[in-house]
């Protein structure tokens, strides 16, 4: 089973963040909230994990950095909570089931944390896909949301868009964020780190080709 962004489908409706913490606040532990619902650091590298682990066992799957697939991962979160907390003030009913995901590439080969925290993020966008459909004429109000996310991750949402925010913190972090927001050849890819890799690595270049 491919994973199809929720983000291509409601681009046109995605939100302005909210004041939240600001965005030059400390976030320990958190990868981004939308009003009382939190993503930690930890449950986000799970998701990016199985990701990465699926992307690298499919015949179709691109490689990327782990990075870009941070950033991927958690905008797609953001965006489906919005939808779901927009369900429940709203009273919408929407049906929904939880997807199989067994037969996904690189089930067996993720751990326990991995395939549950992948298995409610698939979960969650379903969710938010079926309520979409259900009521194509939702508009969201931004002021509506208090949406917060990490610097580290270098989002914000501005004209109904996710975008860099360009506030990059000076400060040493993790390899999950370096290389982010970079599209990346197959070449420089193939030279990443792994730990910066996400999918399969690509065939180096031979010299001369």
Request: charged share 15%.
């Amino acid at each position: 089973m491919r994973r199809t962004s929720l983000l291509a489908a409601t681009a046109a409706v995605l939100l302005t963040a909210g004041c939240g913490l600001g965005p030059n606040a400390p976030h320990p532990g958190l990868a981004a909230s939308v009003g009382d619902q939190r993503l930690s650091l930890s449950t986000l590298g799970s998701v990016v994990d199985a990701a990465c682990i699926s992307d690298a066992q499919d015949p179709q799957g691109q490689p990327t950095t782990r990075g870009n697939a941070s950033q991927q991962e958690l905008t797609q979160w953001i965006t489906a909570q919005t939808y779901v907390q927009y369900a429940q003030r709203h009273h919408l009913q929407a049906n929904t089931t939880t997807t199989d995901l067994t037969g996904v590439p690189g089930w067996s080969s993720m751990s326990s944390d991995q395939q549950s925290a992948f298995q409610d993020f698939v979960d969650l966008q379903q969710e938010a896909k079926a309520i979409a459909t259900a009521d194509r004429q939702i508009r969201i109000n931004p002021d509506h949301f208090d949406i917060v996310i990490n610097p580290r991750f270098d989002i914000q949402i501005q004209d109904a868009k996710f975008v860099s925010a360009d506030q990059q913190l000076s400060v040493g972090v993790s390899s999950e964020a370096l290389a982010q927001g970079q599209q990346l050849d197959a070449a420089q890819l193939a030279a990443l780190p792994a730990g910066q890799l996400c999918g399969k690595r690509p065939a180096a270049p031979t010299a001369g080709g």
